[in-house]
Each structure stands twice: as C-alpha cells, then as structure tokens.
C-alpha cells in the first residue's frame, strides 16, 4: 500500500477503534488518499448521514444566545439540513429507506426540543478540533471534537456526547475519557460531569462516571504506540487473516472502482463515494 508519512499521527476517538476493529480499515479511513486527489475518502452511509444532520442540528444552537436558541423550531433546522443528505448524497438505496431514517431523526429532534438542559447555559466551542500532544518529543497528537460543554451553576464544566445509535457505548469505551482529557487541558474550567445523551430514547444526558484522568493517559499512549509502529512498518493487513473483513471489504470495492463517486465534500475535506 503507498502512503504518504506526515509529520503529525493524529490520535482520535474514532481513529483508534478503526485501527482495533482492523488496522486495513484504519488504513483507509486515515492513511489512504484518493490517487486523482490526493484527499481521503468516504463512504456515506444512512448511519453516518443521520448522526452528522442530528449532531448539526443540535450543535449548532449551542453557538447561539440563550434567549435565541429556540427562535427557529429544531425540526425546520433539521429538515433545511437534511437536504443537504437526502437520496444518493446521505447513502440512501431507496425513498423508503431514506424516510425511516428521517423519521428516526425527526423524533430525536422533537425529544431534545423537550430538553431543559438544552436551554440552560453553555460553553460556546469552537469548530476547530480540540488537541493534546501526546509525548513531549513526538508528533502524536491526541483530537476530539465535543458535542456539548454544559456549565453548571458553580462554573464548573459538564461534558456531553450526543448518541443517535440504538446501542449503548460499550463498557470500557474511551470516548469519555478521551473527551476527559481533551477538555481538560484545553479549558480553564474543572470537569465535574461526563454524559453520554442517548436521543433515540432519553430526554436527557445519562451521567458517566469516570476514573482519574491520568488512569487513561498510560492506555491511550500505548494504542497511539501501536498505530505509530503499523505507520512506521507500513503493515495494514486485515485483522481477518483474509483479504478483506467485513469491516473494511466496502473500502476494497471503493478502490477497484465499483463505487459511484459523488463529488467531494468540503466540509471534511474528503471525496464521497455511494455503494449501493
């Protein structure tokens, strides 16, 4: 496989369950550059489709005034953004499919109208990444970008991931911790709360309790140790032992050209690509 070797290993959330659900996947995701334009690729999916229009949605109030948030209902912010996503451009395979997901997202967006947390006060992010230097020395830097920072009544700082999937976050997860850290050496402001928001089914966050910060440091250095020596060994191979797993065979059928390529997207700076 050829790939380039940049200067900075960038070390996420997501990046690190790739590399752990097969390094071949990871490869693809976060090393691979499409040969026409030397820019990553995707594959849309109605999953990805609908966590990307809920989280925009949702997110996007958290930019505004308390008192101004509400003025415009989220259900016509979601159906103005939905068209960004609708047919082909959001994964769809079909007008059936594409309309049980928007209606998954309609009641996500109705229950989080509901919410008191929602109209509270809170922290204004930025839209750049959020970033920590792993090692002293080295280019390893850990990202993340957060949903939601609620401030609490003491100033104090509660963290939020949205959830727009059935499935609980699994124990051991280390997106909280990671969000853990990214915040707090990014924030003046303690972090007393860390939440994961189930929108399929809850109106409001479900508290997470977790260890000390520097518990999850050592872990996650030593998975960004691993991802550092696949790149350095230039090996990718499926963890499957096969050519391609499950997980990763959609890339596969990207790169032998059955895929229909949609253009590219400037927001994430990626080219699009539709499997039927």
């Not at 334009?37 to 949605?57: A, F």
């Not at 727009?164 to 402001?189: D, H, R, V, W």
């Amino acid at each position: 496989m050829n790939f380039e070797r940049y200067n900075n290993i960038w070390i996420s959330y997501s990046a690190i369950n790739d590399f752990e659900a097969c390094p071949r996947l990871y490869y693809y995701r976060s090393i691979y550059r499409d040969p026409k334009t030397n820019r990553r690729i995707q594959i849309v999916n109605p999953y990805l489709s609908l966590g990307t229009i809920v989280h925009k949605t949702i997110e996007g109030i958290g930019k505004l005034e308390e008192k101004k948030k509400f003025a415009v209902p989220l259900k016509d912010i979601f159906e103005k953004n939905w068209q960004l996503y609708n047919g082909k451009k959001g994964g769809f395979s079909s007008s059936e499919q594409e309309e049980e997901f928007k209606e998954r997202g309609i009641n996500m967006i109705e229950r989080a109208q509901q919410s008191e947390m929602l109209r509270r006060e809170n922290y204004k992010l930025a839209d750049d990444l959020l970033k920590v230097r792993l090692f002293k020395d080295e280019p390893i830097i850990l990202v993340g970008a957060i949903d939601w920072v609620e401030l609490l009544e003491n100033g104090d700082f509660h963290i939020i991931d949205f959830k727009t999937g059935k499935s609980e976050e699994k124990k051991g997860s280390l997106q909280l911790p990671i969000y853990l850290i990214l915040a707090s050496y990014n924030f003046n402001k303690p972090i007393k709360k860390t939440s994961y928001w189930y929108l399929d089914r809850e109106l409001a966050p479900v508290s997470f309790e977790l260890n000390a910060l520097q518990s999850y440091i050592p872990i996650i250095r030593e998975k960004a140790r691993n991802i550092q020596q696949a790149i350095q060994d230039n090996e990718f191979a499926c963890k499957s032992g096969n050519n391609s797993c499950f997980k990763c065979r959609e890339y596969d059928a990207v790169i032998r050209g059955q895929a229909e390529h949609l253009g590219y997207d400037k927001k994430t700076n990626k080219e699009l690509y539709f499997l039927p």
